[in-house]
């Protein structure tokens, strides 16, 4: 006989919380997943983000089929949230087919308002308080960003801050960035953000030799006005900045030659800089099918005296004369390298520190080879290597894609990185990766190109890691119909693994299950799944889906009438290890769908669904409360149960208005960051279950999302 212990109502000393708690914002992590075919415009609500969050489109870039891969930024409140966006693959209809990516997932993020207390200016001040800007020597500040974003945090509310940008523009160039708190003005977070490395005429350096636009390549594309000519063009601009920081003009001559700054052993760097400049944008829109910016490209050739770097400050690519190491920074891996400097920022916005810094350098490294391989059909991947002295003793190039550690700082394989190793030299795991993909048989410096752009343009999110950005390279092959696991290998050979990447989600069987008959063995990777389903036939009850035993952590999601996903589902009870199950007293007569997802690695997993015939609720107590109206963002009271070890204990809510929120937690008290399982569905019809392996004391409490009133709270214990 099993001694059922009724509902307690718990003291009021830890009973009732009258009052709304900000939380930590929490991640839901999509990789590659399976929609089935909603509409676009219903995403927000298909993936449960809340009533103050939405999705809006950013870019979108044709792939296979007539299909589409649109990047979807979250929004909160009208503000887009910081680092969370996901790629959405569409039909030519506008259905969302598959996504992948981070969302903040937060029913309370913690923000009573979006508008700022701190003004952009105070925000400009503050940065350069923490930066110690002095304008000294002339030194000027421009190109000024302060752009307004929610930003999660991890371990606390999420904030209201400020990313906020400007270029130094003096004697050492800079580019201060900082996400600034846009209530308080406390410096959150900061990293230098400079991003540093027809008519004719000639080209060309003493290394590369002397060649001549309009014979040797194709003439320069220029503007006429009379007799004058200028470097200028629809797609680029070129300024001549005559040795200063700002300023210059468009570069003109008496047409129809151009020939009047050979310098540092350099033949006209303002038309190599004008002419590669065309070459980059035109091989942006052959391999991607839309120009690197959504600008003109601007072109500011003769920077300062001696300057040996080149760089973006946001808005232009700036080039120096070179010295004693470089000629003239104008070759065409380089000029690539700038420019895409600019793509990332107007996509990923990857953050130029970490691994995220590593992956930027790297993508602009990689669009060099790819530029290379436009204009010549064939790439060096060397880095630089038209404009090394040979004089200067620092090798042929100054970074080797195919062999990183050749150049002394640069490491090859992820297991060598650490947080204080410079973006220049991180970027030797993806420059290496992306080596190794093009020479891979099948595959081509263009089509390596192509998936690191699709990912960087749809995929990559400002904080993206080594191991993230691959889930997007990978992703990105499979939307342009390439071999994703040529990209598996390469990534591999540097070290580099996406999270559950042994096959594509969605794509394999779905196996049914029997009556009361587990399959025993189930195994996977960390976000990998298995999927199942169980038919129930009319007047079955106490359907019971469970997964038991082995090792790892795979968490069990349930859905009736479709295939349930990592935010879409019935129930999840979202517990550490492999034990967990889901139940439904009375279940409908159709199909209920089972999906086993890696919360990390897994194996030896027995998965199971059984169901009684016949009626009977096989000798099990029911016992239920009716629960007081509550108000949106407030608590019931607090209930406790304690099951014996071996018995199945199901709670659930049902019926009345509004929407409730269950929330059980083993042990303690649950809150909205800590419970053993919290269903999370609209309305008010929620449960969980347990099977406890020793006697244990269920907390139970339910939370309105909105103001609910009627709700029943049942306990099932068996």
Same mark, same amino acid.
């Given at each position: 006989? #099993?001694?059922?212990?009724?509902?307690?109502?718990?003291?009021?000393?830890?009973?009732?919380?009258?009052?709304?708690?900000?939380?930590?914002?929490?991640?839901?992590?999509?990789?590659?997943?399976?929609?089935?075919?909603?509409?676009?415009?219903?995403?927000?609500?298909?993936?449960?983000?809340?009533?103050?969050?939405?999705?809006?489109?950013?870019?979108? @870039?044709?792939?296979?089929?007539?299909?589409?891969?649109?990047?979807?930024? +979250?929004?909160?409140?009208?503000?887009?949230?910081?680092?969370?966006?996901?790629?959405?693959? +569409?039909?030519?209809?506008?259905?969302?087919?598959?996504?992948?990516?981070?969302?903040?997932?937060?029913?309370?993020?913690?923000?009573?308002?979006?508008?700022?207390?701190?003004?952009?200016?105070?925000?400009?001040?503050?940065?350069?308080?923490? *930066?110690?800007?002095?304008?000294?020597?002339?030194?000027?500040?421009?190109?000024?960003?302060?752009?307004?974003?929610?930003?999660?945090?991890?371990?606390?509310?999420?904030? $209201?801050?400020?990313? #906020?940008?400007?270029?130094?523009?003096?004697?050492?160039?800079?580019?201060?960035?900082?996400?600034?708190?846009? /209530?308080?003005?406390?410096?959150?977070?900061?990293?230098?953000?400079?991003?540093?490395?027809?008519?004719?005429?000639?080209?060309?350096?003493?290394?590369?030799?002397?060649?001549?636009?309009?014979?040797?390549?194709?003439?320069?594309?220029?503007?006429?006005?009379? !007799?004058?000519?200028?470097?200028?063009? *629809?797609?680029?601009?070129?300024?001549?900045?005559?040795?200063?920081?700002?300023?210059?003009?468009?570069?003109?001559?008496?047409?129809?030659?151009?020939?009047?700054?050979?310098? /540092?052993?350099?033949?006209?760097?303002?038309?190599?800089?004008?002419?590669?400049?065309?070459?980059?944008?035109?091989?942006?829109?052959?391999?991607?099918? *839309?120009?690197?910016?959504?600008?003109?490209?601007?072109?500011?050739?003769?920077?300062?005296?001696?300057?040996? /770097?080149?760089?973006? %400050?946001?808005?232009?690519?700036?080039?120096?004369?070179?010295?004693?190491?470089?000629?003239?920074?104008?070759?065409?891996?380089?000029?690539?390298?700038?420019?895409?400097?600019?793509?990332?920022?107007?996509?990923?916005?990857?953050?130029?520190?970490?691994?995220?810094?590593?992956?930027?350098?790297?993508?602009?490294?990689?669009?060099?080879?790819?530029?290379?391989?436009?204009?010549?059909?064939?790439?060096?991947? $060397?880095?630089?290597?038209?404009?090394?002295?040979?004089?200067?003793?620092?090798?042929?190039?100054?970074?080797?894609?195919?062999?990183?550690?050749?150049?002394?700082?640069?490491?090859?394989?992820?297991?060598?990185?650490?947080?204080?190793? %410079?973006?220049?030299?991180?970027?030797?795991?993806?420059?290496?990766?992306?080596?190794?993909?093009?020479?891979?048989?099948?595959?081509?410096?263009?089509?390596?190109?192509?998936?690191?752009? $699709?990912?960087?343009?749809?995929? =990559?999110?400002?904080?993206?890691?080594?191991?993230?950005?691959?889930?997007?390279?990978?992703?990105?092959?499979?939307?342009?119909?390439?071999?994703?696991?040529? #990209?598996?290998?390469?990534?591999?050979?540097?070290?580099?693994?996406?999270?559950?990447?042994?096959?594509?989600?969605?794509?394999?069987?779905?196996?049914?299950?029997?009556?009361?008959?587990?399959?025993?063995?189930?195994?996977?990777?960390?976000?990998?799944?298995?999927?199942?389903?169980?038919?129930?036939?009319?007047?079955?009850? !106490?359907?019971?889906?469970?997964?038991?035993?082995?090792?790892?952590?795979?968490?069990?999601?349930?859905?009736?009438?479709?295939?349930?996903?990592?935010?879409?589902?019935?129930?999840?009870?979202?517990?550490?290890? /492999?034990?967990?199950?889901?139940? #439904?007293?009375?279940?409908?007569?159709?199909?209920?769908?089972?999906?086993?997802?890696?919360?990390?690695?897994?194996?030896?997993?027995?998965?199971?669904?059984?169901?009684?015939?016949?009626?009977?609720?096989?000798?099990?107590?029911?016992?239920? @409360?009716?629960?007081?109206?509550?108000?949106?963002?407030? =608590?019931?009271?607090?209930?406790?149960?304690?099951? +014996?070890?071996?018995?199945?204990?199901?709670?659930?809510?049902?019926?009345?208005?509004?929407?409730?929120?269950?929330? @059980?937690?083993?042990?303690?008290?649950?809150?909205?960051?800590?419970?053993?399982?919290?269903?999370?569905?609209?309305?008010?019809?929620?449960?969980?279950?347990?099977?406890?392996?020793?006697?244990?004391?269920?907390?139970?409490?339910?939370?309105?999302?909105?103001?609910?009133?009627?709700?029943?709270?049942?306990?099932?214990?068996?």
């Amino acid at each position: 006989m #099993v001694n059922h212990l009724r509902l307690k109502l718990l003291v009021a000393a830890i009973g009732m919380a009258t009052g709304t708690v900000a939380t930590a914002a929490t991640t839901q992590t999509l990789r590659a997943q399976n929609l089935g075919a909603v509409p676009a415009s219903s995403l927000a609500t298909q993936l449960n983000l809340g009533p103050q969050m939405s999705l809006a489109p950013q870019s979108a @870039v044709a792939v296979a089929n007539g299909r589409h891969v649109v990047r979807q930024q +979250q929004m909160y409140r009208g503000v887009p949230v910081y680092g969370r966006s996901i790629a959405v693959l +569409q039909d030519a209809q506008g259905n969302a087919l598959r996504a992948t990516g981070e969302l903040m997932q937060e029913s309370q993020p913690g923000l009573l308002s979006v508008v700022p207390k701190l003004s952009a200016d105070r925000a400009v001040a503050a940065l350069r308080a923490h *930066a110690h800007t002095m304008l000294v020597g002339g030194a000027t500040i421009e190109n000024r960003k302060t752009d307004l974003f929610v930003y999660p945090q991890e371990n606390g509310p999420a904030r $209201l801050v400020y990313r #906020v940008s400007y270029f130094v523009n003096g004697a050492n160039p800079s580019r201060p960035t900082a996400i600034i708190d846009a /209530n308080t003005g406390e410096v959150v977070k900061s990293w230098n953000g400079l991003t540093d490395a027809s008519a004719n005429g000639p080209g060309g350096n003493q290394k590369t030799g002397k060649y001549n636009y309009g014979t040797d390549y194709a003439a320069l594309d220029v503007t006429q006005s009379g !007799n004058t000519c200028y470097l200028q063009n *629809a797609n680029v601009k070129t300024y001549n900045l005559n040795h200063g920081s700002s300023g210059g003009s468009v570069v003109s001559f008496i047409c129809p030659t151009s020939n009047t700054d050979a310098i /540092n052993g350099a033949y006209s760097p303002v038309n190599d800089a004008h002419h590669f400049g065309g070459v980059v944008h035109d091989m942006y829109q052959s391999y991607t099918g *839309a120009p690197p910016l959504n600008i003109q490209l601007l072109m500011k050739v003769h920077y300062k005296s001696n300057y040996e /770097n080149a760089f973006w %400050d946001g808005s232009a690519m700036y080039f120096g004369d070179g010295a004693s190491t470089f000629y003239p920074l104008v070759s065409l891996d380089v000029t690539s390298h700038e420019i895409s400097h600019g793509y990332t920022e107007q996509n990923s916005g990857l953050e130029y520190t970490g691994q995220s810094g590593g992956m930027n350098e790297a993508y602009s490294d990689i669009a060099g080879e790819a530029a290379e391989y436009f204009d010549r059909g064939s790439a060096d991947f $060397l880095v630089g290597a038209d404009i090394v002295k040979a004089s200067a003793g620092i090798g042929q190039a100054l970074r080797y894609m195919c062999n990183p550690t050749q150049d002394g700082g640069s490491i090859d394989n992820a297991a060598d990185y650490n947080s204080g190793l %410079d973006v220049h030299y991180s970027s030797g795991v993806y420059n290496k990766s992306f080596c190794l993909l093009a020479k891979t048989s099948g595959w081509n410096v263009k089509k390596a190109f192509q998936v690191y752009a $699709l990912a960087n343009k749809a995929y =990559w999110t400002a904080s993206s890691t080594f191991n993230s950005g691959a889930c997007g390279v990978e992703s990105a092959a499979t939307d342009l119909g390439y071999d994703k696991n040529a #990209v598996i290998a390469a990534f591999n050979g540097v070290g580099v693994t996406c999270p559950g990447s042994g096959g594509d989600p969605g794509n394999g069987g779905t196996t049914e299950l029997q009556n009361n008959v587990g399959v025993t063995g189930v195994a996977g990777g960390s976000g990998a799944d298995n999927d199942y389903f169980i038919t129930v036939p009319a007047g079955a009850s !106490n359907l019971v889906m469970s997964i038991s035993g082995g090792s790892g952590d795979a968490d069990l999601y349930t859905k009736f009438g479709s295939a349930p996903t990592t935010s879409n589902y019935d129930c999840r009870p979202w517990k550490t290890g /492999n034990s967990e199950s889901c139940s #439904v007293a009375s279940p409908s007569a159709g199909k209920y769908y089972i999906k086993v997802h890696g919360y990390s690695s897994y194996s030896g997993v027995t998965v199971k669904a059984s169901y009684s015939t016949g009626g009977g609720s096989g000798g099990g107590t029911t016992d239920s @409360v009716s629960l007081p109206t509550v108000t949106s963002g407030n =608590w019931s009271q607090t209930y406790t149960e304690t099951v +014996q070890a071996g018995h199945t204990v199901t709670f659930a809510i049902s019926g009345g208005t509004g929407d409730a929120d269950l929330y @059980v937690r083993a042990g303690a008290a649950p809150t909205t960051s800590a419970y053993s399982c919290r269903p999370y569905k609209t309305g008010s019809n929620e449960s969980c279950t347990f099977t406890p392996s020793a006697s244990t004391t269920y907390y139970i409490k339910v939370r309105a999302y909105q103001t609910f009133s009627g709700v029943t709270l049942t306990e099932t214990l068996n």
